[in-house]
């Protein structure tokens, strides 16, 4: 029998997902520098802070979008970085992400968007990723719609369908990167409060970074508070939007509030 799990249990509970030491340059550009980040397993953080603090560069060193230049990335006690690319492929399946831009396969019908991967990536039967397929997307409140096709959808509609396309994946941790940016104001609200709900429901870990500042007060347990590539504060929504210790937190604030 492996001796694995319960050597992991004698090591406590390891964060989810854990950056040590990362840096990443673009050209002579420093993003991020020697950043040491952690999220403990069910949490939801949000990244906040101003444009081109590096928020995005993280969520993309995650999906293995990117590679940094130094330091480790770790998933579910996993190493993903640095790794061997079949070690990175498996690693990698821990993780769903939602883009600003749905990137749903526009050929397909709405259920088949949810079906396929867990088909052909996961190896799940149609029958068994069709009816997991359909829980999700009565989750996203859009049960009626698994024949329609993406361009019969609004923005908002087909958002909520690359959720459930996210989720049927099983990830343990979601990222989200500003889902809502692309979608007209009055289809905004209708995907937040789909991720609130995902939020209560389900145990799944959430790393957003949006620049909804209500919705960040509203679905985080913690905040954390980005400026060129550090983070400068950190702490649960209350304290972080009801009183910031930092300047540079409270100047960001009030100009985004
Ligand atoms: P944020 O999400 O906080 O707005 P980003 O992580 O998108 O910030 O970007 C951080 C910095 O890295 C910015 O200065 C941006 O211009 C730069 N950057 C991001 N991606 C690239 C890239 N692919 N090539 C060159 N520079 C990049």
Redesign the pocket.
């Given at each position: 029998m492996s001796k694995q799990p319960a050597d992991r249990l004698q090591a406590g509970p390891a964060p989810l997902v854990r950056l040590e030491r990362v840096t990443k340059r673009?050209g002579d550009?420093t993003?991020l520098d020697h950043l040491d980040f952690s999220v403990e397993a069910g949490r939801h953080v949000t990244l906040i802070?101003p444009?081109?603090?590096?928020?995005?560069?993280i969520l993309r060193l995650l999906m293995t979008l990117l590679k940094p230049d130094e330091g480790t990335i770790t998933v579910a006690g996993d190493r993903l970085f640095p790794a061997p690319e079949r070690q990175i492929r498996e690693v990698r399946k821990k993780i769903g992400m939602v883009f600003q831009q749905f990137n749903l396969f526009p050929n397909m019908t709405v259920l088949r968007n949810v079906t396929e991967a867990p088909v052909t990536v996961l190896g799940l039967s149609r029958d068994e990723a069709e009816a997991r397929a359909r829980e999700l997307l009565d989750l996203v409140g859009l049960a009626d719609k698994c024949d329609a096709r993406p361009s019969q959808l609004s923005g908002g509609q087909q958002q909520r369908v690359a959720i459930a396309r996210a989720l049927a994946m099983r990830p343990r941790v979601l990222l989200l990167d500003e889902v809502t940016s692309a979608l007209d104001p009055e289809l905004v609200a209708g995907v937040l409060d789909v991720l609130r709900d995902i939020a209560r429901s389900t145990d799944i870990t959430m790393l957003c970074?949006t620049h909804e500042m209500n919705f960040a007060r509203d679905i985080s347990d913690q905040v954390l508070m980005?400026d060129s590539g550090r983070v400068i504060e950190s702490g649960p929504p209350e304290q972080i939007f009801g009183d910031a210790e930092h300047e540079r937190t409270r100047e960001f604030l009030s100009a985004v509030l």
């Open positions: 673009f550009q993003v802070g444009s081109g603090s590096g928020k995005t560069t970074v980005f």
